[in-house]
């Protein structure tokens, strides 16, 4: 069993910056796929940024550029800095995690899922 919590979430005017971070328990985390998620009032929740085992990554094409995923296996962390922010980046965001191998883009790729942190990004 994993367990995910996000924090690092909050208000910011457009251009700002964010950083979440996602601290799972579980001795295993280095094998772990994890991704991010965020979801948008009245939307379906979708894929922003994945990072497996390897330290190999993929993001949506609306936050190429601007966001970076990266792992601290360490410290059993996965954080998501986020610059030059847009109102639309407005969401929750949401941690998961995977123990099998797969592609990350997809929510039903994932087993362990957080409760979410708040990003709301003012015009």
């Known amino acids: 069993q994993v367990q995910l919590v996000e924090s690092g979430g909050g208000l910011v005017q457009a251009g700002g910056s964010l950083r979440l971070a996602c601290a799972a328990s579980?001795?295993?985390?280095?094998?772990?796929?994890m991704g991010w998620f965020r979801q948008a009032p009245g939307k379906e929740r979708e894929f922003v940024a994945v990072?497996?085992?390897?330290?190999?990554?993929t993001y949506v094409d609306s936050v190429k550029g601007r966001f970076t995923i990266s792992r601290d296996n360490a410290k059993n962390t996965v954080y998501l800095q986020m610059n030059s922010l847009k109102p639309e980046d407005t969401a929750v965001y949401y941690c998961?995690?995977?123990?099998?191998?797969?592609?990350?883009?997809?929510?039903?790729?994932?087993?362990?899922w957080g409760q979410g942190t708040q990003v709301t990004v003012s015009s």
């Open positions: 998961a995690a995977s123990g099998r191998v797969v592609t990350g883009w997809a929510k039903n790729d994932y087993d362990y």
């Open positions: 990072i497996r085992w390897s330290g190999g990554s």
């Open positions: 579980g001795r295993t985390f280095s094998w772990y796929v």
